[in-house]
């Protein structure tokens, strides 16, 4: 298995562009499954997860094709890419594509609402938590599905298709609001989706899927009105930028001091991510769609916060957070709300000297002057670029083990932070 090598105590100097959303890109492509049309996406990441979503939408018979070529890409893949469900020849998703991408259970949307019926793996719980799928299932049921749980796979059927309804989620999920307004994109009648996710991940699917044909209205808002459509057909539609991404680069820049520019982004997306690291002492300009992140030699102040729904602080940037934390004058709170064992990069940050107290769902960091560069792993995405941003500022020699993780977010990491001036490579195993 691959490593990351890191000789930490590098500052951070110079330009990162910054790659399209995973977390917009994989609903995005499973749109593709509500028209026969085509649907061109322009500012796709190159991600072992886009990998492994095209292989799942294959299975159900989508054509992905890819065109252009990414600037600077080691790997091969263009940025483009065309997705074509001419004719679903399957509408299950087997437990073994399934239980390697959690987001590949989003596809019930699509099958059910096009082919009034879908048979999907449940996707079971990951390293971050339990993660139930029971707002997905209640949503559909409410647009009029059938819904049975048999042998492990949520089987949905309609007789007469989805007949549009009120949707209030419980709280707010990110995946159950994608996959709502995929189905009752199809719905007969009007939909209205209350307490919606408001990520600028579902506003822009909802943008794709307006383009695609479909009525939305409120994406980016709590409530979420859509009139249904007999329809969809092809679009062409460009990628959001990434603010994960975005927000983990600026808190390796704010960890290592210097002065990075993060291009082709929106400060707008990063919410309570940016007012946090202001709050730490970091220096951030807002340029039209860049963010230039600087430390200017101040030291790190500790903060307090709570991850939430956007526009709060996103939990995809708590375990980067604490990272940079871990080297404040002072003591931090973090706390995680969204998902219940996101703590999984505590134990490994100790390994490198960080000093973090855990209690229920707070984390309490005491900021330290230096870390010591340890052999460290991690078990899930966040986590493990946390290590990474760790590992930049500490003492000596830091591997990451499991770097499938970060293949599965992060296009070009090594890449994009050598060109910053970090000594960090990849050990081929
Ligand atoms: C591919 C993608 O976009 N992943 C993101 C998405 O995950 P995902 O969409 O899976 O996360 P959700 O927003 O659904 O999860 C929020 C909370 O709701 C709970 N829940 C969710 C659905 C359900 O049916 N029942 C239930 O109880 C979850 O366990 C969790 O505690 O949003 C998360 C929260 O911003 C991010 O961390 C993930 O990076
Ligand atoms: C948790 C994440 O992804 P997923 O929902 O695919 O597990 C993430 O992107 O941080």
Same mark, same amino acid.
């Given at each position: 298995m691959d490593k990351i090598r890191i000789v930490g105590g590098n500052t951070l100097n110079g330009t990162i562009p910054i790659s399209g959303a995973k977390n917009a890109t994989l609903p995005l492509m499973i749109a593709s499954l509500a028209t026969a049309e085509t649907l061109t996406l322009h500012n796709v990441p190159g991600l072992q997860d886009v990998v492994t979503l095209s292989r799942i939408l294959g299975n159900h018979g989508v054509d992905y094709a890819v065109a252009g070529r990414r !600037? #600077? +890409?080691? /790997?091969?893949? @263009?940025?483009? *890419?065309?997705?074509?469900?001419?004719?679903? *020849? $399957?509408?299950?998703?087997?437990? $073994? &594509? *399934?239980? /390697?991408? /959690? +987001? !590949?259970?989003?596809?019930? #949307?699509? &099958? &059910?609402?096009?082919?009034?019926?879908?048979? *999907? !793996? &449940?996707?079971? @719980?990951?390293a971050i938590g339990t993660r139930p799928v029971d707002f997905f299932l209640d949503a559909l049921s409410s647009l009029g599905a059938d819904i049975d749980i048999e042998q492990g796979y949520a089987v949905a059927e309609t007789r007469n298709g989805l007949v549009g309804n009120r949707i209030a989620f419980p709280r707010v999920s990110v995946g159950a609001t994608h996959v709502a307004m995929m189905a009752a994109a199809l719905a007969k009648g009007e939909s209205v989706i209350e307490n919606a996710a408001s990520e600028p991940e579902v506003v822009d699917v909802a943008s794709c899927l307006n383009a695609m044909g479909a009525k939305i209205e409120g994406a980016g808002t709590r409530t979420i009105r859509i009139q249904g459509v007999d329809v969809l057909h092809g679009a062409e539609h460009s990628v959001v930028p990434d603010r994960i991404e975005t927000g983990t680069y600026a808190m390796a820049a704010a960890m290592t001091g210097g002065n990075v520019t993060l291009t082709g982004t929106r400060a707008e997306h990063l919410g309570a991510a940016l007012d946090t690291l202001e709050e730490a002492g970091v220096s951030i300009e807002r340029g039209a769609d860049s963010l230039t992140i600087s430390r200017n030699g101040n030291g790190l102040m500790p903060v307090e916060v709570s991850t939430e729904p956007f526009p709060g602080f996103p939990t995809d940037l708590q375990a980067q957070l604490m990272a940079l934390m871990t080297m404040a004058q002072g003591t931090s709170t973090i706390k995680e709300t969204i998902f219940e064992n996101r703590f999984m990069h505590v134990a490994e940050l100790a390994r490198l000297g960080a000093s973090i107290r855990l209690d229920g769902q707070n984390a309490y960091v005491e900021g330290q002057p230096s870390l010591t560069g340890a052999e460290v792993m991690a078990t899930d995405l966040r986590a493990s670029v946390s290590l990474v941003i760790a590992g930049l500022a500490a003492e000596g020699e830091t591997t990451v083990g499991r770097v499938y993780h970060l293949d599965r977010g992060f296009e070009n990491l090594e890449e994009k932070l050598s060109a910053c001036g970090a000594q960090i490579e990849r050990l081929a195993a």
């Amino acid at each position: 298995m691959d490593k990351i090598r890191i000789v930490g105590g590098n500052t951070l100097n110079g330009t990162i562009p910054i790659s399209g959303a995973k977390n917009a890109t994989l609903p995005l492509m499973i749109a593709s499954l509500a028209t026969a049309e085509t649907l061109t996406l322009h500012n796709v990441p190159g991600l072992q997860d886009v990998v492994t979503l095209s292989r799942i939408l294959g299975n159900h018979g989508v054509d992905y094709a890819v065109a252009g070529r990414r !600037s #600077g +890409a080691k /790997r091969g893949y @263009g940025s483009t *890419v065309k997705l074509t469900a001419g004719e679903i *020849v $399957d509408t299950t998703a087997p437990y $073994d &594509l *399934v239980r /390697r991408m /959690r +987001a !590949s259970f989003w596809v019930i #949307g699509p &099958l &059910l609402a096009r082919m009034g019926q879908a048979r *999907v !793996s &449940l996707p079971g @719980g990951c390293a971050i938590g339990t993660r139930p799928v029971d707002f997905f299932l209640d949503a559909l049921s409410s647009l009029g599905a059938d819904i049975d749980i048999e042998q492990g796979y949520a089987v949905a059927e309609t007789r007469n298709g989805l007949v549009g309804n009120r949707i209030a989620f419980p709280r707010v999920s990110v995946g159950a609001t994608h996959v709502a307004m995929m189905a009752a994109a199809l719905a007969k009648g009007e939909s209205v989706i209350e307490n919606a996710a408001s990520e600028p991940e579902v506003v822009d699917v909802a943008s794709c899927l307006n383009a695609m044909g479909a009525k939305i209205e409120g994406a980016g808002t709590r409530t979420i009105r859509i009139q249904g459509v007999d329809v969809l057909h092809g679009a062409e539609h460009s990628v959001v930028p990434d603010r994960i991404e975005t927000g983990t680069y600026a808190m390796a820049a704010a960890m290592t001091g210097g002065n990075v520019t993060l291009t082709g982004t929106r400060a707008e997306h990063l919410g309570a991510a940016l007012d946090t690291l202001e709050e730490a002492g970091v220096s951030i300009e807002r340029g039209a769609d860049s963010l230039t992140i600087s430390r200017n030699g101040n030291g790190l102040m500790p903060v307090e916060v709570s991850t939430e729904p956007f526009p709060g602080f996103p939990t995809d940037l708590q375990a980067q957070l604490m990272a940079l934390m871990t080297m404040a004058q002072g003591t931090s709170t973090i706390k995680e709300t969204i998902f219940e064992n996101r703590f999984m990069h505590v134990a490994e940050l100790a390994r490198l000297g960080a000093s973090i107290r855990l209690d229920g769902q707070n984390a309490y960091v005491e900021g330290q002057p230096s870390l010591t560069g340890a052999e460290v792993m991690a078990t899930d995405l966040r986590a493990s670029v946390s290590l990474v941003i760790a590992g930049l500022a500490a003492e000596g020699e830091t591997t990451v083990g499991r770097v499938y993780h970060l293949d599965r977010g992060f296009e070009n990491l090594e890449e994009k932070l050598s060109a910053c001036g970090a000594q960090i490579e990849r050990l081929a195993a």
